[in-house]
Structure formats: C-alpha cells, structure tokens
C-alpha cells in the first residue's frame, strides 16, 4: 500500500524554524492534492496548508504569513516551511494527499492518503 512519508520534525525554540518534507514510498501524486494537517493532544485535526494539483495554495489562517507550502519540481513531493514558531504551533504533522476539490480542499475527509506524521514542539 502506497505511504506517504514525512520527516523534519523536532524541537525548536519559539520564533525558530523547521521546514517539514512528504514524499510518496511509491507512485505519483502529482494530479493530487497534497497537505498538511496538524493534531495537538487532546484537538481534533486540523488543516494547515494546501497545494491544489494546479498549484494554487491556501493555509489556515493561524498560520498565514508564517508558513509556505510547496511541490516538487515533478509535483511528486511537498514541504512545509514554518517561520517564526509559536509555542502553540506544537503538534504532530501529518502530510495528505488527495483527489481533493477546492471546496473541500480543507477537510481532511477528502483525503485518502496519510503519512504517520511527525513530531513538531516548540518550547523554550
């Protein structure tokens, strides 16, 4: 079964940066669209950000300005840059991928593949 694979998690200080990495164990995604979704203990999961398989990019609103989505250049893969970090950003980071439309580009019911996630904290 097709996985998709996350890495570039950690501990960060507040106001630091990590950036986040997704890629396939197998096949394409590239007529996909691919996410990111976090879940903090004790949250249900929630949406982050999302590149559209046409290109267009939408984020959470907590994290507009702060955090970049972007593919690969063979739109097989997806990062996550995370800018100035809050204590409140820390979660477990899940990358998605999905035949997703655009107004349901947020929800995570429109995706059918999941990576296992990693850790992200940020803490002083």
């Known amino acids: 079964q097709v996985q998709l694979v996350e890495s570039g998690g950690g501990l960060v200080q507040p106001g630091g940066s990590l950036r986040l990495a997704c890629a396939p164990s197998?096949?394409?995604?590239?007529?996909?669209?691919m996410s990111w979704f976090r879940q903090a203990p004790g949250k249900e999961r929630e949406f982050v950000a999302a590149?559209?398989?046409?290109?267009?990019?939408y984020y959470a609103d907590s994290v507009k300005g702060r955090f970049t989505i972007s593919r690969g250049s063979d739109k097989n893969t997806v990062d996550l840059q995370m800018e100035t970090l809050i204590p409140e950003d820390t979660a477990v980071y899940y990358c998605?991928?999905?035949?997703?439309?655009?107004?349901?580009?947020?929800?995570?019911?429109?995706?059918?593949?999941w990576g296992q996630g990693t850790q992200v904290t940020v803490s002083s």
């Open positions: 998605a991928a999905g035949r997703a439309i655009l107004s349901s580009i947020r929800s995570p019911d429109a995706y059918n593949y």
């Open positions: 197998e096949g394409t995604f590239r007529d996909y669209a």
């Open positions: 590149s559209s398989r046409t290109g267009y990019t």
